[in-house]
């Protein structure tokens, strides 16, 4: 059941991606991550309620960590899909199991300390190999476009990824702790309403433009029920097989966006910009795979 939660997930975070797209030439990205916090808070009150979920926590410290890391990914996620074509910024953000693979290589070489009692661990070059074939993936999908705004939205959408996968850890982490996903969700929304209002403070607040408005509506119950489902997803994997499955099928999101992009903007990719996008998601893969093999190792020795 969990990979038909993170299947959903996957659909209604392209969707949002639409909605963002829509509503981006009447308000700023901070704007919408305000109004997509506000939204889905109202929506996760009422399902809290319903749920007989109380929403008090005793874990304030680490859902204000969560609130931080996943902002700062929404408002890069929101930039990069007002930038560049949707498939292409859903690629990056995507990109968080190579990212990972990224902090455990790094991890291991900033960890040891030169000495003849402890020699230097060895370099995994499985992983190394993942990282390298994902940016290489990434500069394949960005040769076709790399004038101002998009080279600098697709940095920050490369940012954002990372930031993503800073996120999921602090999802698995909560969810290890018995926190319920309402509640989890909750917390988030919350994050993205006072980051939101805090930069509109510094930035200023859009004219009011009328029915386009309204894209705000879906913007926000679409990203409530993506973040929703994710979190289902990831906290039901009883297994790290399952565990593995489940982050796999987040991909399943580019096919949503590839067929939105297509039918809705008109927008084709060229056909190096989709093996760039199926090196990126091929790495994720393997990146995955690897870590899930090295934690079964690691427990059975």
Request: net charge positive; charged share 5%.
């Amino acid at each position: 059941m969990q990979a038909l939660w993170m299947v959903l997930a996957a659909f209604f975070f392209a969707s949002m991606g639409v909605c963002v797209k829509f509503a981006a030439p009447s308000f700023t990205a901070f704007e919408m991550v305000f109004w997509r916090g506000l939204i889905s808070m109202a929506m996760l009150w009422w399902l809290a309620r319903r749920q007989g979920i109380s929403l008090k926590t005793r874990y304030p410290g680490m859902h204000a960590w969560r609130s931080f890391i996943g902002v700062t990914a929404l408002a890069a996620s929101f930039y990069a899909i007002i930038w560049l074509p949707l498939p292409t910024a859903m690629t990056f953000g995507y990109m968080s199991s190579v990212w990972i693979a990224a902090f455990i290589v790094g991890a291991g070489m900033l960890v040891w300390r030169p000495s003849g009692a402890q020699p230097r661990p060895p370099v995994p070059l499985s992983l190394v190999a993942c990282v390298l074939l994902g940016f290489v993936g990434v500069v394949m999908m960005l040769r076709p476009t790399v004038d101002g705004n998009q080279g600098f939205a697709a940095v920050v959408g490369l940012l954002g990824g990372m930031c993503a996968a800073l996120a999921y850890m602090q999802v698995v982490a909560l969810s290890r702790l018995g926190e319920p996903e309402t509640r989890t969700v909750f917390y988030f929304a919350l994050g993205c309403s006072v980051a939101g209002l805090g930069a509109m403070a510094f930035t200023g607040v859009s004219p009011f433009p009328g029915w386009p408005a309204l894209w705000l509506v879906p913007l926000g119950l679409f990203a409530a029920g993506g973040q929703l489902c994710m979190t289902m997803a990831f906290s039901r994997a009883s297994s790290s097989r399952g565990t593995l499955l489940v982050a796999n099928l987040q991909y399943s999101g580019l096919i949503f966006a590839s067929l939105y992009s297509m039918l809705v903007f008109g927008e084709y990719l060229p056909l190096i910009a989709w093996l760039g996008m199926a090196l990126i998601v091929l790495s994720a893969i393997a990146a995955g795979l690897l870590r899930s093999r090295a934690a079964a190792t690691s427990r059975q020795t």
